[in-house]
Nanobody
């Protein structure tokens, strides 16, 4: 059974950093394209970053140069390093395959950027 468990969120001041983790089970991320997504209050869920199985990455314009997606195949875990955080980055962050598989959504992890 596929499960994605996100962690690492929290409250951080503007300009701060967080590292999110997504532990996958039931499939191998090494042969899957994976992505991070976020949903802010009152807004639609959007793609933040994605990584192909071969390692190519893609980022939303709003996070380019600040966020980095990576993975550890041995741990079957995907990461999102977030630097220079802004209040507009406040959202619940999720991981999923890319393109998404609706049945794979996890509970997400809340990121709040505020002073």
């Amino acid at each position: 059974q596929v499960q994605l468990v996100e962690s690492g969120g929290g409250l951080v001041q503007p300009g701060g950093s967080l590292r999110l983790s997504c532990a996958a089970s039931g499939f191998r991320i090494s042969i899957s394209a994976m992505g991070w997504y976020r949903q802010a209050p009152g807004k639609q869920r959007e793609m933040v970053a994605s990584m192909l199985s071969v390692g190519d990455t893609n980022y939303a314009d709003s996070v380019k140069g600040r966020f980095t997606i990576s993975r550890d195949n041995a741990k079957n875990t995907v990461y999102l390093q977030m630097n220079s955080l802004k209040p507009e980055d406040t959202a619940v962050y999720y991981c999923n395959r890319s393109p998404v598989v609706p049945a794979y959504w996890g509970q997400g992890t809340q990121v709040t950027v505020s002073s």
